[in-house]
């Protein structure tokens, strides 16, 4: 039984929660609420803690003299790591509920109970924080009970409170689906919960040689997922808005709640220095600016206009070094992406491989296309440790490739960078998508029951229409489609697209569609026969 928690005992944890995730990996993929093959919250949060445990293994002997004890440098390096290897949304929460440990354990002399308490306390504000709108029902009510719990035990047994947290996690992961409907209707667990559940496992067991008596929740005979949307942000507000803040984080908290109703997409993050980037999506700019300076000092504003409105005048060409990196998979793709100027990286890549990818193009200013929900995040956080490294970097929301073809086919370096954005922001955005897969699970959509090996084809995200025949799915999703009008179609084959698949859609829009142009590509893009876009 361990009285405070030293530098072995965080090198411990750190082995020990990632090999736990790594055995629960599988599970924890499968805990999705979406019938498509790209559940991988327990493969993002192995590879975020790999990140971790490599930044530990590297100079955790090395103890810099700016007054951190052994243990605290060795949660700073296990945070940092995190944050540089973290990997979808999941990976960057996990990221910041370390920085909070480490935040607030890295001074203290001795890590007993009521610091463990205090600590787990931190790192709940932190998760919270890196979400825009927070929702119930997740990772973040799981740290959340487990901070309280600790917080209830008020004791400086570490061992007792360690428990206490571990327990009230389990607890609160049972009863996220009564918070949330998505898994209440996939018969699921969080799955980024379940993964924080194990890594406070772990830690219970670092501390008293004890493992926990806690069995998994058990998987129901029927999944029911697909309802869910994915995340982007509302047509309705017609200005993201941008800028660095000098405040408190008293004062921050009260800036978010000045920012909630002007808009959506909010996002403030800190430094932990009293550095904070703020991110909001609204109409009203100069409310959005002003609740800044009620709270504290900013700089680096910038406006950027959503709207369809006409562009001012291109401003002369200037030689500022820019540069495009785009996150795709399959061999088609990549050389697509390459023709185009682009510098290409595989899908689900880790804040610190964007990160380098950025630094080597050696560009000033550089455009992300994540071209995932999941990877947007990962990008934001990039771009803002480029900002550190004097980068200017810009992410155009895409969430899929034809998206991100339609985008980098705008691109005019004649213009302003800002404005380049904009433009592409906009092009990206008149471009609807689609992507055409089988079901690797039975499900319920919003399009009806579904059984493996059934044929989707999801638009924007949704399940629209479900078949049993590939070809017949396609030309009616894309018929679908085009009944919204539209003069141009994309085609992208993936690697398991049956050969002629292309020449076949593009035959049925001949027909159908005659004053529509077709252009036909192989992606190679995994999991999904077709992707299409239409403009």
């Not at 899908?347 to 050696?362: C, H, K, M, Q």
């Amino acid at each position: 039984m361990l009285d405070t928690i030293d530098a072995a005992a965080v090198r411990r944890w750190c082995t020990s929660g990632l090999a736990a995730l790594q055995r629960h990996q599988g599970e924890i993929d499968g805990l999705n609420v979406y019938p498509v093959p790209d559940g991988d919250t327990g493969t993002n949060l192995v590879l975020t803690l790999t990140s971790a445990q490599q930044a530990l293994a590297m100079d955790l002997g090395t103890l810099p003299d700016d007054g951190h004890t052994p243990h605290g440098h060795a949660l700073r390096l296990m945070a940092q790591g995190a944050l540089l290897g973290a990997r979808g949304n999941s990976g960057v929460i996990l990221s910041q509920i370390l920085r909070g440990l480490a935040d607030t354990l890295g001074a203290a002399a001795t890590v007993r109970g009521r610091q463990l308490a205090a600590a787990l306390a931190d790192a709940t504000a932190a998760a919270y924080a890196a979400v825009a709108r927070p929702v119930e029902g997740t990772v973040l009510s799981v740290v959340a009970a487990a901070a309280d719990a600790a917080r209830r035990a008020d004791s400086d047994d570490l061992g007792a409170v360690a428990r206490a947290a571990a327990e009230a996690a389990t607890g609160a992961l049972a009863r996220t689906p009564e918070q949330l409907p998505e898994l209440a209707r996939a018969g699921v667990v969080d799955a980024g919960g379940r993964g924080l559940c194990l890594l406070l496992d772990a830690l219970v067991e670092v501390v008293t040689g004890e493992s926990p008596d806690q069995p998994a929740p058990a998987p129901p005979a029927l999944r029911r997922p697909a309802t869910a949307t994915r995340e982007t942000g509302s047509p309705a507000y017609a200005y993201e808005v941008q800028y660095l803040l000098d405040a408190t984080d008293e004062a921050v908290a009260r800036l978010r709640g000045a920012l909630t109703p002007l808009g959506d997409s909010l996002a403030v993050v800190g430094d932990g220095a009293g550095t904070w980037n703020v991110h909001v999506h609204v109409n009203d700019v100069g409310a959005a600016v002003e609740a800044g300076v009620v709270a504290g000092r900013p700089h680096r504003i910038t406006v950027t206009r959503f709207a369809d409105q006409a562009a001012p005048a291109p401003a002369p060409a200037r030689p500022d070094g820019r540069a495009a990196v785009v996150v795709a998979t399959g061999a088609g793709l990549a050389e697509l992406f390459a023709a185009e100027g682009a510098v290409v990286l595989p899908a689900n890549p880790s804040i610190g491989e964007l990160l380098d990818a950025v630094r080597a193009t050696g560009a000033a200013r550089v455009v992300v296309l994540p071209n995932d929900p999941n990877t947007q995040s990962v990008a934001s956080a990039a771009a803002r440790e480029a900002h550190g490294l004097g980068v200017k970097v810009s992410v155009v929301p895409t969430r899929s490739p034809v998206q991100a073809l339609a985008a980098l086919a705008v691109r005019d370096p004649k213009r302003r960078f800002e404005d380049d954005v904009i433009a592409m922001a906009e092009a990206a955005g008149a471009c609807r998508y689609a992507e055409v897969c089988h079901a690797g699970r039975e499900a319920l959509t919003v399009a009806g029951p579904c059984r493996p090996g059934d044929v989707l084809a999801l638009v924007e995200g949704e399940v629209h229409l479900i078949g049993q025949d590939l070809t017949d799915t396609c030309t009616a999703v894309v018929d679908r489609m085009l009944g919204g009008g539209g003069e141009l179609v994309t085609l992208l084959c993936g690697a398991d697209a049956p050969a002629g698949l292309a020449d076949r859609v593009r035959a049925h829009i001949e027909r159908s569609w005659p004053f529509v142009e077709v252009q036909a590509y192989e992606g190679g893009q995994p999991h999904y026969p077709l992707l299409l876009g239409v403009e």
